[in-house]
């Protein structure tokens, strides 16, 4: 399974973004898709989060609100729209995929996520 994220940019705090990422491979169906982000100087956090059918998706508190993440199984894409942005929220964005028997389940645990896209830089001024 390979992951391509893209969408990532400088944007004005109070702008907005989508980003996308692209999944090759197995049948996307079959993954639940996650975004997490790293900022610089820190770790790896949780974004968002979306199960394979869409039916449930789960939010970190910082981003509960601006941040909507969708995905279209038949692009084998999912999405994170990014609004209301902050300095804060300046970062790597990267996707991830699980492979999943449920259909309705979302992770948050990075660990448990088997394939992780390159990244892309998203960048918020003040």
């Known amino acids: 399974v390979q992951l391509q994220a893209s969408g990532g940019g400088l944007v004005q705090a109070g702008g907005s973004l989508r980003l996308s990422c692209a999944v090759s491979?197995?049948?996307?169906?079959?993954?639940?898709m996650g975004w997490f982000r790293q900022a610089p100087g820190k770790e790896r956090e949780f974004v968002a989060a979306?199960?394979?059918?869409?039916?449930?998706?789960y939010y970190a508190d910082s981003v509960k609100g601006r941040f909507i993440v969708s995905r279209d199984n038949a692009k084998r894409t999912v999405y994170l729209q990014v609004n209301s942005l902050k300095p804060e929220d300046t970062a790597v964005y990267y996707c991830?995929?699980?492979?999943?028997?449920?259909?309705?389940?979302?992770?948050?645990?990075?660990?448990?996520?088997?394939?992780w896209g390159q990244g892309t830089q998203v960048t918020v001024s003040s």
């Open positions: 491979g197995r049948p996307f169906s079959a993954y639940a």
């Open positions: 979306i199960s394979r059918s869409s039916v449930s998706t």
């Open positions: 991830a995929a699980k492979f999943t028997y449920n259909s309705d389940t979302y992770y948050f645990g990075q660990y448990e996520y088997g394939y």
